[in-house]
Each structure stands twice: as C-alpha cells, then as structure tokens.
C-alpha cells in the first residue's frame, strides 16, 4: 500500500510539473512581434532576409531552446554560440521566452527539406 502511495504522489507531481512547465504557444508568438524576430527571419519564419540566416518555422522546439540559450552564453560560454547580433537579442530573453518562443516558431509549418 506504501508503494502505491509514493507512486501515486510521484506520478501527481510530474503531471503538474509538466503542466507548470508547459510552453505557451500565444505567448511565444506575442515574443517574437516584441523582439522583432521577423526582421531577420521573414514575417513566415521561412523566407529569411539573408541565405545565411536559418529557416526556423518547423524546427524542433528542443533545438530552438538551445540554440537561444547558447547565444545567451556566448563563444566563451559552455556549449555557448558566438554570434554578435543573436547574443544582442538573446540576452534579454528569460527562461520562460525562450520556452514559449521555441514552442511557438515549432508550431509554424516549416519548409526545410531533406536532401537526396
């Protein structure tokens, strides 16, 4: 009965853990209008104003995530990113941002194609 207990608690605190930690699809769209993301990355999220700059409407919201916390740690950082303009804009962002802004460019369908 004891095991049921704690399983039955452990099991009630991932749920709500996962549920405090949900991204917020609205949200991440109203941070990249306030951040102005679309000013690099095209008003879709696919047809950026530079070839070099990345297509990141469809990507993995995971890879997203990282990729903004990396330029928030800069080169020197621990797995960090060197780019002077994403670091600028990256900074500022806060965990919860970069969360919902991940979840939100993820929702977006993407073109990127693989390549036969």
Known sequence: ???????????AAAISFTQASAANIEA????VQKYNCASCHGADFNSPVDPSYP?????????????LVAYQRGATGPNGRGNAIMGGMAKPLT???????????SSLPGNLVTRK
């Open 1 to 11: 009965m004891k095991k049921i207990l704690v399983l039955l608690a452990t099991l």
């Open 28 to 31: 991440g769209k109203a941070a």
């Open 55 to 67: 297509k990141l409407a469809g990507q993995h919201a995971d890879f997203l995530e990282h990729a």
């Open 95 to 105: 965990k919860t941002e970069i969360r919902d802004i991940a979840a939100y460019l």
